[in-house]
């Protein structure tokens, strides 16, 4: 089929008959040159002038040719340009794809450094937490411990105080008797 985006097919009833020209007769012909007197009467017009049926053909061949030529050109260099645009493409996404592992793994390492420090942290303040604990419960243990030995003291004095008022009030009432 001819492209039409060729000069000479500007007028669509040209490129009609090229084009059924071209596909009716074989591609490659030769061109010859004669005089009106060489070409066969079946060849020629009713006013005698001779048909270049054969030479039509030929040159639309070989401009269907180069067009075809021109037309599978631009093709070809399209589909380059679309395999080295898609080469960059996909390099552009590999690229990007290595940036975003090389963010991941430094991702990684950040928060794996951050949560052994966090563990760190975590033992150190559960190491401390059980000896406050234990702290805790001595001190509770002696505070009672001593409550009780206030206790006992008091009422200890309280019992002394009473012996004492006891022997005092004794003392009076048999110096009085």
């Known amino acids: 089929m001819i492209p039409l985006d060729y000069p000479h ?3 669509p009833a040209l490129a009609s008959l090229l084009e059924n020209i071209s596909m009716s007769q074989p ?5 010859l040159f004669v005089s009106s007197s060489d070409i066969p009467m079946e060849h020629t017009t009713i006013s005698g002038m001779p048909e270049f049926i054969n030479t039509t053909t030929s040159i639309s061949n070989n401009s269907s ?5 021109h037309h599978l050109g631009i093709i070809d260099e399209r589909r380059k340009r679309r395999m080295i645009s898609n080469r ?8 990007r794809k290595q940036r975003h592992l090389d963010e991941l793994c430094s991702q990684v390492l950040r928060l794996r450094t951050q949560n052994h420090r966090l563990l760190d942290k975590l033992n150190h303040v559960s190491e401390s937490h059980g000896r406050v604990v234990q702290e805790n419960a001595r001190l509770k243990e002696e505070t009672s411990n001593l409550r009780k030995m206030l206790m006992d003291l008091q009422i200890g004095n309280n019992q002394t105080i009473l012996r004492g008022f006891e022997d005092i009030s004794c003392n009076n009432s048999l110096s009085h008797s």
């Open 27 to 31: 591609q490659s012909q030769a061109f």
């Open 65 to 69: 040719d180069e067009a075809e030529e």
């Open 9 to 11: 097919l500007g007028n």
């Open 88 to 95: 960059e493409s996909a390099r552009r996404s590999r690229m």
